[in-house]
T-cell receptor
């Protein structure tokens, strides 16, 4: 069975602090894809990143960085120098081509509050 | 290119009423999905489709029906609305292994 665990329900930080959101996944598939989405208070779901199982390179995009480690089945997300606009719920998701449906398995989300 | 559009944005239903939530995408994506998100919770898959004419149940299909007569449209039908169906409904589409594109959501209240 596939599963995504985001153990941190809510995190509060003060602006300019760095923060890491954890994502641990379970799958028996050798080919799979991992995603992060942001859901700001306005409610829409914003795609942040996609990573396939064969690419363990870390990714940096501005203040955002992602650490993918197959050895620990983790795909963690770090925000450097957090800002109030980063306040949102962040979801990690897993997808695989098995059965041809590419359904997402979502984590339960981590609510990040960045205080001014 | 409008992406994924959903109508209506908001709706209040009385118990027992029915309605259809509309979802349209203009990206020629084969895969389409319907989710519900209850307050403070994650997303749960209701139904999905891998192409026109093909639909299948997700994890919470009871009380809903879908159809996929065209690539673009994937309407979600609620029959006999119940308070437990109060939620925000998201439609999404994708192609292959790539990311899902989400619509803006429909906020539904059943009273």
């Amino acid at each position: 069975a596939q599963k995504v665990t985001q153990a941190q329900t809510e995190i509060s930080v003060v602006e300019k602090e760095d923060v890491t959101l954890d994502c641990v996944y379970e799958t028996r598939d050798t080919t799979y894809y991992l995603f992060w989405y942001k859901q700001p208070p306005s409610g829409e779901l914003v795609f942040l990143i996609r990573r396939n199982s064969f690419d363990e390179q870390n990714e940096i995009s501005g203040r955002y960085s992602w650490n993918f480690q197959k050895s620990t089945s983790s795909f963690n997300f770090t925000i450097t120098a957090s800002q109030v606009v980063d306040s949102a719920v962040y979801f990690c998701a897993l997808s695989s081509p098995v059965s041809g449906t590419y359904k997402y398995i979502f984590g339960t989300g981590t609510r990040l509050k960045v205080l001014a | 290119n409008a992406g994924v559009t959903q109508t209506p944005k908001f709706r209040i239903l009385k118990i027992g009423q029915s309605m259809t939530l509309q979802c349209t995408q203009d990206m020629n994506h084969n895969y389409m999905y319907w989710y519900r998100q209850d307050p403070g919770m994650g997303l749960k898959l209701i139904y999905y489709s891998v192409g026109a004419g093909i639909t299948d149940k997700g994890e919470v299909p009871n009380g809903y029906n879908v159809s996929r007569s065209t690539t673009e449209d994937f309407p979600l039908r609620l029959e006999l609305a119940a308070p437990s169906q109060t939620s925000v409904y998201f439609c999404a589409s994708k192609t292959g292994s790539y990311e899902q594109y989400f619509g803006p959501g429909t906020r539904l209240t059943v009273t």
